[in-house]
């Protein structure tokens, strides 16, 4: 894969975006990166709190004006992807690093980024976006002078949502999908399939499908029968 098929291979969800984004405890954060113009924003926190769709979400709105591009470095790297497909990132207006953990202690990936990263910095005409699971501080860097290079931006903790946020993230979502979610069903979703907002979403998806299938609502003891709970 080069850079030019990059934007091809990483379609962006169509769901992530801000008006979908429900904020809990971070509106600050929000206002960090709809309202400013910060070069450099370093977001981090546990897996499933919604720092990749903050990144959908910033390129969904700014790809109107400008170009951005969508890193997701975990992906690539499983897809066994050489590092040297950051070469060239420092042209768009945008670059939203994703999962930047999944990387950073191996050092060819470390080196590009700390080269990208420099790039950014002398042309200074690109906003970079990066998460992470940690703060950068905190990052087993393979090259230590890329954890410096990540400290020279705001660093922001992503807060997870609490149980009652978890279940309107899942409401709006279904009514997106064009099913009917009552709070306590959504509730007891959160309550009982754990709180990750990925994996309770991906488990939206299959239940819109069995809905479907049996042409049944989302009721609690529907949600029971079909996860075997």
């Not at 990059?6 to 405890?25: I, K, N, R, S």
């Not at 990166?33 to 769709?53: D, Q």
């Not at 080269?115 to 976006?129: E, K, S």
């Not at 905190?138 to 990540?150: F, G, H, K, M, N």
Request: one cysteine or more.
């Amino acid at each position: 894969m080069n850079l030019q098929q990059l934007p091809l291979a990483m379609q962006l969800p169509d769901a992530h975006t801000f008006a979908t984004y429900v904020t809990g405890e971070n509106k600050e954060v929000l206002a960090l990166l709809r309202e400013s113009a910060e070069p450099f924003v370093y977001l981090w926190g546990a897996h499933g709190v919604g720092k990749s769709h903050l990144l959908h979400a910033m390129c969904a709105q700014l790809h109107i004006n400008t170009t951005a591009m969508y890193v997701p470095l975990r992906d690539l790297l499983e897809q066994q992807v050489e590092a040297s497909i950051l070469r060239g990132l420092e042209q768009f207006s945008l670059v939203c690093i994703d999962d930047l953990d999944a990387v950073i202690d191996q050092h060819d990936w470390c080196f590009e980024l700390f080269a990208l990263f420099n790039r950014i910095q002398d042309r200074g005409q690109t906003r970079l976006l990066v998460t992470a699971a940690m703060s950068p501080t905190q990052l087993p860097a393979a090259i230590p002078d890329t954890q410096s290079r990540l400290q020279w931006g705001i660093a922001v903790q992503i807060k997870a949502l609490q149980d009652a946020d978890k279940a309107k993230a899942l409401r709006q979502r279904a009514a997106a999908l064009g099913l009917q979610l009552r709070d306590e069903t959504a509730l007891f979703m959160v309550q009982r399939l754990g709180r990750d907002m990925a994996e309770l979403m991906a488990t939206l998806a299959q239940l819109d499908r069995a809905s479907m299938a049996a042409q049944r609502r989302l009721t609690i003891p529907f949600v029971k029968q079909v996860l075997d709970i």
